[in-house]
């Protein structure tokens, strides 16, 4: 048997199938190897991979693209009590997540955000317990089982997510003598530069005695 092969316990083996976060439930996964991106077109009513430029259809290789990866997990199986085998199916907002990081060997929590629309988007959640993972975690190329997903071996796998990295920046620390001042004779809609300030300065509208204080203060 190929597992054995592969110099896998002998015991129970799982079919490995792609594994989409569900709607309702939550998903504990631990990893064992990062995503391995496509993209795939909207076609005659389903997501087909793209095969690359030259091989891909002109007119649909034009159009839009949605980034998929496929990753390597071994899910928590309440019935099982057993960590199984399956390929992660990852959307562009959860790779954001999963970014930059070392995932071999870490726990998540995938669920996807509440909502009403068609797709929900996917979220996850670092689990605080990360030593309940199956150790060693053996890695296994997700390739085959996505061509069998997609029914076609012809896919460029290694596509990145085009979605860029969230801007960080630091936030600039204000005191009271920066408040932008109010332009005498302006009329109120065209004031609130200073009450907007205010607004953020304290997570909320301004209260009533800081209003009183600032008026105080101005005179
Ligand atoms: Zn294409």
């Keep these: 048997m190929r597992d054995r092969e592969q110099g896998a316990d002998s015991g129970p083996t799982a079919a490995v199938r792609v594994l989409v976060v569900p ?18 077109h ?12 030259t091989e891909c259809v002109t007119s649909v290789h034009r159009g839009a693209t949605t980034w998929y990866g496929y990753a ?24 954001e997540t999963l970014r930059h990081r070392n995932l071999l060997g870490e726990v998540w929590t995938l669920f996807r955000e509440p909502g ?3 797709t929900l988007r996917v979220a996850g959640e670092l689990n605080a317990n990360q030593g309940c993972a199956p150790r060693p975690l053996r890695s296994f190329d997700v390739r085959p089982t996505v061509q069998r997903l997609y029914h076609t071996s012809q ?17 600039l620390r204000a005191d009271d003598a920066a408040a932008p001042a ?8 065209q004031k609130s530069a200073r009450e907007t300030w205010f607004r953020m300065r304290n997570g909320g509208e301004r209260n009533g005695s800081q209003a009183k204080a600032e008026k105080g203060g101005a005179k």
């Design 23 to 40: 709607r309702a439930a939550k998903l504990v996964v631990a990893f064992a190897g990062s995503p391995v991106g496509l993209l795939a």
């Design 42 to 53: 909207w076609f005659k009513g389903r997501s087909r991979p793209c095969p690359g430029e």
């Design 72 to 95: 390597p997990v071994y899910y928590a199986s309440a019935d099982a009590r057993a960590w199984v085998p399956a390929v992660l199916e990852v959307t562009e907002s959860l790779e």
């Design 116 to 118: 009403r629309k068609r």
């Design 155 to 171: 896919i460029q796998f290694g596509a990145k997510n085009p979605t860029p990295d969230t801007l960080h920046l630091p936030v």
């Design 182 to 189: 109010d332009e005498p004779g302006l009329p109120d809609q």
